[in-house]
């Protein structure tokens, strides 16, 4: 916060203001000692090993406010530009913004140059007000139009596209400008190709997409797959980038710990979960076990997720799309819409599969494994009991 303000007030009070401006310059100069509090007692600053130096004490103590009572008659102001030595603590504002969870990655990248870049300009334009002197050179008065004037000098210097209606005249500003011109190349040259890359890696599940599809329709080509077959092939890929935006359910979420991974599959998935009879009046903890358990499928239009006979050995939770349960002579005795479960029974007593299950369109499920429902009921021994009363029920 000092920094910023020292960059913007001293610079313009040095090339603009020369009268009745030296209370403010004091106020600024001995602001300098609070600055030395904050940097000794930021936690912020701490992280970064800063400590009380021979730099911050030039920064902090009020030498123009001294020199000001000690000489009175001599223009002492320059000495301010030592405050500017503090531009080492801007890069704090990237550290700030790093603290901030709830931004963008991209956007966290991106937003120190919002700091940066207006900071590096005003620095710039005031510099050339300085060389260029236009109140005597141009014979202008007012300070806001020569203010004005500079930054747009500024930024057509620095992005090096500049139009020639300012031009430098003499040696000191044919000098500035050669030195603003070539850090306007390395700069922004280097702001612009990162800002690129950072603004593609917003839609990089888009660029990772494309890459794939490149990639199968380069393997599909080099084994000359038939052209139906093809379709289908990029039917089913569009479907997962329209649906998921290319995430794997199974694996975005695996190198979170099982808590967290707990709290984000339970708030997904648990309006479905808690529709199924076994699992009603269950703890919140068994619950929350058996999302963490769920895997999720993608099936295309009429494949058959399980057959009649079948060894039941998992239960399905319809997240997207219908699914038609179709008896042993292929008779559609249901259909099955978002929301919907089947296959519980596999869950209870491993018996076969009484009848057919076929995708009507693209369809979205999470599978809940025999195995991982049986390891649930191990570890909850009043849900093992519950789930046993419910067999016997059935068998009856």
């Given amino acids: 916060m000092f920094s910023f303000a020292w960059i913007v007030y001293i610079p313009l009070r040095l090339v603009l203001w020369s009268e009745d401006v030296l209370t403010y310059d004091r106020a600024i100069d001995l602001i300098g000692l609070l600055y030395i509090l904050v940097i000794f007692g930021s936690p912020l600053i701490s992280k970064t090993k800063s400590k009380i130096n021979g730099v911050t004490l030039l920064i902090g103590l009020p030498f123009f406010t001294i020199s000001s009572y000690l000489f009175p008659d001599l223009d002492t102001s320059y000495i301010l530009l030592i405050k500017l030595l503090s531009l080492k603590e801007v890069i704090l504002v990237k550290k700030m913004i790093d603290d901030i969870d709830n931004l963008h990655p991209v956007i966290a990248r991106i937003a120190p140059l919002g700091a940066i870049v207006p900071g590096l300009v005003h620095l710039i334009a005031c510099g050339w007000i300085h060389v260029e002197d236009s109140a005597q050179v141009l014979n202008i008065q007012d300070p806001i139009f020569i203010y004005g004037r500079a930054v747009y000098w500024t930024i057509t210097t620095l992005t090096t596209v500049g139009y020639g209606d300012i031009s430098a005249r003499t040696l000191a500003q044919m000098a500035y400008s050669n030195m603003v011109m070539i850090i306007g190349v390395g700069f922004f040259g280097y702001v612009l190709s990162n800002v690129a890359t950072l603004l593609a890696r917003l839609d990089g599940a888009r660029e990772s997409y494309m890459t794939n599809l490149d ?31 290319g995430f794997d359910d199974n694996g975005a979420l695996g190198q979170l710990p099982k808590t967290l991974q707990s709290d984000l599959a339970f708030f997904i998935n648990h309006s479905v979960i808690e529709k199924v009879p076994i699992l009603q009046g269950a703890s919140q903890d068994v619950v929350r076990e058996i999302v963490v358990e769920l895997r999720s499928r993608v099936c295309v239009p009429k494949e058959y997720i399980f057959r009649y006979g079948e060894p039941g050995d998992a239960m399905f939770f319809i997240q997207k799309g219908e699914v038609d349960i179709v008896s042993e002579n292929g008779q559609i005795l249901a259909t099955l819409g978002a929301g919907s479960f089947f296959g519980e029974m596999a869950l209870l007593n491993s018996s076969p599969r009484n009848a057919s299950a076929r995708s009507v369109q693209y369809v979205d499920l999470f599978v809940l494994s025999q195995s991982a429902f049986h390891l649930t009921l191990s570890r909850y021994p009043e849900f093992k009991r519950q789930v046993q009363e419910i067999v016997l029920q059935r068998s009856a």
């Fill in 215 to 245: 990639q199968v329709e380069s393997y599909m080509s080099y084994n000359n797959i038939p052209k139906e077959l093809r379709l289908k092939v990029r039917e089913y890929l569009r479907y997962l980038w329209e649906s998921r935006k």
